[in-house]
């Protein structure tokens, strides 16, 4: 059984910060990336960032300066640090392991940041 589970998500102030955590539990071979996906209200899920096998990082123009993604391969484990955090930024985030023949994902964390 694989599971995938966020946490860390909640209610912060416009400015604050966020850490969120993601582990994969469960037997998954040969993960070829971890990252953070979201979707807010009345809008398509999007990329947030990606820590792939290769070392890369890649984050969306919206995030980049702002958002951080640091990956502990041995623990199957990434994390979303969230600095600068602007109305715009709240959504549900999900967490993606992605494998060789399929992508995993959380059930989500809700972010939500206030004016």
């Known amino acids: 059984q694989v599971q995938v589970v966020e946490s860390g998500g909640g209610l912060v102030q416009a400015g604050g910060s966020l850490r969120l955590s993601c582990a994969a539990s469960?037997?998954?071979?040969?993960?070829?990336?971890m990252g953070w996906y979201r979707q807010a209200p009345g809008k398509q899920r999007e990329l947030v960032g990606v820590?792939?096998?290769?070392?890369?990082?890649n984050y969306a123009d919206s995030v980049k300066g702002r958002f951080t993604i640091s990956r502990d391969t041995a623990k199957n484990t990434v994390y979303l640090q969230m600095n600068s955090l602007k109305p715009e930024d709240t959504a549900v985030y999900y967490c993606?392991?992605?494998?060789?023949?399929?992508?995993?994902w959380g059930q989500g964390t809700q972010v939500t940041v206030s004016t």
């Open positions: 993606n392991v992605r494998s060789t023949w399929y992508d995993y």
């Open positions: 820590s792939t096998s290769s070392g890369s990082t």
């Open positions: 469960g037997t998954i071979i040969s993960i070829k990336a």
